[in-house]
């Protein structure tokens, strides 16, 4: 099985075990650079999910060979998605995913010098950010299940809740924790995880703000507010994102599909020159 990402992902997943031929990665692989560069939209290569899979080439990735019904998310805990039932019946799976926002940065294949740094370091900031978050809130969002008062507020707990499990996952899956290293071994990658530490907690802080009642204290709102500008401001600078037309999204999303279907089926895909 296999998944594709632009700044987001292909995800082939085949109901047997992945074997890099046929309708894995060999055939995902081509398919979606053309689709991707025909669109001018980044390939990532190593996203900061997809904790289980393996990085086959930008844009795509694999499932292991040997992997259950169930997938592990990026704060480590096992879910049963929907894409996984076609191992059940032998038969083949694709989920192709593109990204609202673009970030070219994600796609930069240059090895950086120190992965460990570079994971330890997405870690600090997510957690940083959080307590952030947390000491704004000063006791707003009530701890523990179903304290929440609405299902914002829930949500909004659940993402801080979570940010710990997540640096953790981001921390065994890089130096010296992991054999070989799965994360931060790239520019690119070192990108997706700076981004996802920032997104993940921008927004935990919005859906905060949102779930906030107009009686909640002002300094309480006021600091909220103040976080949201600043890190709004501070991601769009670092890491320029631009926004994607919906037709673009689609568009990825369709011609993905045609060329990775095509030669399954033993049909000509558009654009492959046959």
């Not at 300094?219 to 673009?248: G, H, K, Q």
Request: glycine share 10%; hydrophobic share 45%; aromatic share 4%.
């Amino acid at each position: 099985m296999a998944k594709t990402h632009a700044t987001g992902l292909f995800r082939h997943r085949t109901g047997r075990p992945a074997r890099r031929s046929e309708a894995d990665g060999g055939t995902a692989r081509p398919h979606r650079r053309r689709a991707a560069a025909a669109l001018d939209v980044p390939l990532e290569f190593r996203p900061y999910d997809g904790v289980d899979w393996i990085a086959d080439s930008p844009g795509v990735l694999l499932l292991p060979e040997g992997s259950g019904t169930s997938e592990r998310d990026p704060g480590g805990f096992s879910a049963q998605a929907t894409w996984m039932y076609a191992m059940r019946h032998g038969t083949v799976s694709v989920v192709a995913e593109a990204p609202m926002w673009a970030a070219g940065a994600v796609s930069d294949p240059r090895p950086v010098a120190d992965p460990g740094r570079e994971v330890a370091a997405a870690g600090e900031l997510l957690l940083d950010r959080a307590d952030q978050v947390e000491k704004a809130l000063g006791g707003l969002l009530p701890e523990g299940p179903g304290a929440a008062a609405s299902p914002l507020a829930a949500a909004a707990r659940e993402l801080l809740d979570v940010c710990p499990a997540i640096a953790a996952t981001w921390r065994s899956l890089g130096p010296p924790h992991a054999a070989t290293a799965v994360m931060g071994t790239t520019a690119g990658n070192r990108a997706s995880l700076g981004i996802a530490a920032r997104r993940i907690t921008l927004r935990a802080a919005a859906m905060s703000r949102r779930a906030l009642t107009l009686n909640a204290p002002e300094p309480a709102l006021a600091a909220l507010d103040a976080l949201l500008a600043a890190w709004s401001r501070e991601l769009a600078t670092a890491f320029s994102p631009r926004w994607l037309p919906v037709a673009t999204q689609a568009e990825l999303h369709v011609s993905t599909m045609l060329r990775i279907a095509g030669p399954a089926l033993g049909a000509r895909s558009p654009g492959d020159g046959s």
